[in-house]
């Protein structure tokens, strides 16, 4: 079956002139589950991709996509989490792709717990008659 992996992320585009020529080849990749368009902060065009319902994870096919679309993109960033909860991302910056390991980091606790405990707050809610 394969490993599998989900992902979602953000390519930003260095015009929309070749936008149409992309869609296709992302298409003809498998890899890419869905895709929506939009803008970035600066007006640029992006899309939007993620792996949809599909977890099947083939690094083949993100190479062989990135090598098809590179010269397009001005920046990327497309994060993936394993089915052994691994993390990593992969960049478009400086003219080249690049992969980075990530793990998830918990700092300490916020203030969440101790409303969740107050009395006060189950005394408001009650007044509220909650």
Request: hydrophobic share 30%; charged share 35%.
């Amino acid at each position: 079956m394969g490993y599998k992996a989900s992902y979602a992320g953000d390519i930003i585009l260095k015009d929309s002139e070749n936008l149409d020529k992309i869609l296709k080849l992302m298409e003809k990749q498998y890899c890419i589950e869905e895709y929506g368009l939009s803008k970035s902060i600066d007006g640029e065009p992006l899309i939007e991709i993620s792996s949809g319902g599909r977890d099947n994870y083939h690094e083949d096919e993100f190479i062989a996509l990135y090598g098809l679309i590179g010269k397009y993109v001005k920046e990327a960033s497309i994060e993936f989490v394993g089915e052994d909860d691994t993390h990593w991302k992969h960049t478009f910056e400086d003219g080249e792709w690049k992969e980075y390991s990530g793990k998830v980091v918990y700092e300490n606790p916020s203030k969440f717990a101790e409303v969740c405990k107050s009395d006060d707050y189950l005394d408001e809610e009650e007044d509220k008659g909650i």
